[in-house]
């Protein structure tokens, strides 16, 4: 995943859903998008509308490595 703003790279944890690698795409600018990589089986897409998260991939990463209940996932 290419690091464009300069943020520290973090490690994106896999989808809660099914498991799978996860990445993110841009769609609509600025709008980052993660999507899973288990196309066939979840194809589970998830966005962070904020403007931190639009701005900073860091926010993003951190938003999607969230976790209810402290889930390490």
């Keep these: 995943m290419p690091n464009t703003k300069g943020d520290r790279?973090?490690?994106?944890?896999?989808?809660?859903f099914c498991g799978?690698?996860?990445?993110?795409?841009?769609?609509?600018?600025?709008i980052k998008m993660f999507y899973c990589k288990n196309h066939h089986g979840c194809g589970a897409v998830?966005?962070?509308d904020?403007?931190?998260c639009n701005?900073?991939?860091?926010a993003k990463i951190d938003a999607w490595n969230?976790?209810?209940?402290g889930q390490d996932g």
């Excluded at 690698?21 to 600025?30: A, H, R, T």
């Excluded at 701005?55 to 860091?58: P, R």
Aim: with cysteine; aromatic share 10%.
């Design 9 to 16: 790279m973090e490690k994106i944890k896999c989808c809660p």
């Design 20 to 30: 799978s690698e996860v990445d993110f795409m841009n769609l609509v600018l600025p």
């Design 46 to 48: 998830v966005s962070f």
């Design 50 to 52: 904020t403007p931190l």
């Design 55 to 58: 701005k900073f991939d860091k």
């Design 66 to 69: 969230r976790r209810e209940g």
